[in-house]
């Protein structure tokens, strides 16, 4: 294991920056890939990284105000936990089946239930240190402002769908946002998410201030067991449908046929949101690029890399989404940036007998956020304090910076972490070296546990345990 470690250094560095491009086609970057891939799915990788990284997020959680011991103690208590007959009666696609977010089960288990909402917030807090503890308002707030922006609207008494529910965060944050709505479902695959969701819409007052998101009353809400390709509602019944970061957790495949449901359920005229993490962004093309950071996010998101690959399709206003869309029959396709790395998208259903306009609207471009994402803990703590809460549109990530922050993301081995001093890189690569070369096996697999662990929250929407997890919440 050793020996296969060291040749992935090799393998797996990267070229300097500028002539990445070229040389991320060669074999040995394919080489590497597929050693890593070995390594990672060896039981040596489970038992020691997984932990390392879970403890480093869960700590790392804590210091910044998300009590997650604390928390998921709480919601463990307030069971049993126990599904219904019923649940069993829902096909689970087999993509749906694999290990997901470093839980042998995926969605389909009690632990990625009950650290789900937590972990969100505290990879919002983490990824968006200025905002502190309401980071996660602050992401999902881009979306909400770039939605509106592309027209995105629900008429008195609608009702809308939100595909991907998983226990209910953005089904309540919906149902917030959108008080004239006459109805809001969440629809799920995952019986685990939605019990906890369920249990959580039932709580007292007093008990929903004890919790880490906010709940508010809602008898609009409910949470429906189905798949999001699949869900039994009826045709032409729906004002909206969204689909909130849940598409890279799937094959393409399975979003063209959730695309294609959420076409059936809607009524003409109706909408559908998509928000979700857009691959043409340069962090996440850095991120894409660093063969050895990007095996350990693939290690927790087996789709992720199929997603990148189909998001970005060149010769694609949009992307390969905007055109499966199109081809689904779906018109008026907008984007434009959430974030610095995220991208909002509307369209339409087209009314009856109109033929749809399947030109896409691209404004990504002309909508470019500051790319706020993966700011330094230690560069905030070396401020002393926490500035003003600025507003997402703006360039809140420059103002306040130290010459530190400010450095090269790429040290002159062309190896780095996005938005990290340079000094950080350094001493965790001196600190690898070390313990290469006196064969400390456990020490290599703690520092690759920190490292799956600081960059596992990569996309600031949610994290599991210790890995990469876009919402805390499950694909659909």
């Excluded at 809400?221 to 869900?231: E, Q």
């Excluded at 600025?390 to 809140?396: K, V, Y």
């Amino acid at each position: 294991m050793l020996a296969l470690l060291v040749t992935l250094q090799s393998l797996l560095r990267p070229p300097p920056p500028r002539s990445r491009g070229l040389a991320m086609r060669g074999g040995g970057i394919d080489i590497g890939r597929a050693l890593l891939d070995a390594a990672l799915s060896s039981p040596l990788y489970k038992a020691v990284l997984v932990p390392q990284a879970q403890r480093t997020m869960v700590e790392t959680a804590e210091r910044n105000g998300v009590p997650w011991r604390d928390a998921l103690d709480w919601i463990k208590a307030r069971g049993p936990w126990r599904l219904s007959e019923d649940d069993s009666a829902v096909a689970i696609p087999e993509y749906y089946r694999r290990p997901f977010h470093a839980y042998e089960q995926g969605n389909l288990c009690w632990d990625a239930a009950w650290e789900g909402e937590i972990a969100s917030r505290a990879v919002g807090a983490r990824n968006f240190p200025e905002f502190g503890e309401r980071g996660e308002e602050a992401f999902r707030g881009a979306f909400d402002e770039a939605l509106a922006s592309l027209g995105a609207e629900c008429p008195a008494g609608g009702s809308l769908v939100d595909l991907g529910c998983g226990s209910g965060i953005s089904t309540r944050r919906l149902a917030a946002a959108h008080p004239q709505a006459g109805s809001v479902v969440g629809v799920d695959l995952s019986p685990h998410f939605l019990a906890v969701g369920r249990m959580l819409l039932e709580l007292e007052e007093e008990e929903r201030r004890r919790w880490v998101q906010p709940l508010e009353p809602d008898g609009r809400i409910s949470l429906l067991h189905a798949d999001a390709a699949a869900t039994g509602l009826a045709a032409c019944s729906v004002d909206v449908v969204q689909l909130s970061l849940v598409m890279h957790e799937l094959p393409p495949a399975a979003a063209g046929d959730i695309f294609a449901e959420a076409h059936r359920i809607l009524r003409p005229g109706g909408q559908l949101w998509v928000t979700e993490m857009d691959f043409a962004t340069e962090g996440f093309s850095k991120l894409r690029s660093n063969p050895l950071l990007f095996s350990l996010i693939r290690s927790t998101e087996p789709y992720l890399d199929a997603y990148a690959d189909w998001q970005t399709a060149e010769g694609v206003p949009g992307g390969g989404p905007a055109a499966a869309l199109a081809e689904g029959g779906f018109g008026r396709i907008r984007l434009a940036a959430a974030t610095g790395r995220h991208f909002a998208l509307v369209c339409s259903r087209p009314l009856n007998g109109c033929e749809p306009d399947r030109a896409v609207d691209d404004r990504r471009a002309a909508t470019a956020k500051p790319d706020t994402h993966l700011k330094t803990w230690e560069a905030k703590a070396a401020a002393g304090a926490r500035a003003p809460p600025p507003t997402m549109t703006g360039a809140e990530g420059d103002e306040g910076r130290g010459e530190e922050e400010e450095e090269e993301d790429y040290d002159e081995d062309g190896i780095g972490m996005m938005n990290r001093p340079s000094r950080k890189i350094a001493q965790l690569k001196a600190e690898m070296a070390e313990a290469e070369a006196s064969g400390d096996l456990d020490r290599i697999m703690t520092l690759m546990g920190t490292l799956l662990a600081l960059e596992g929250g990569y996309e600031g929407e949610g994290g599991g345990r210790g890995a990469a997890h876009p919402e805390g919440r499950c694909a659909d």
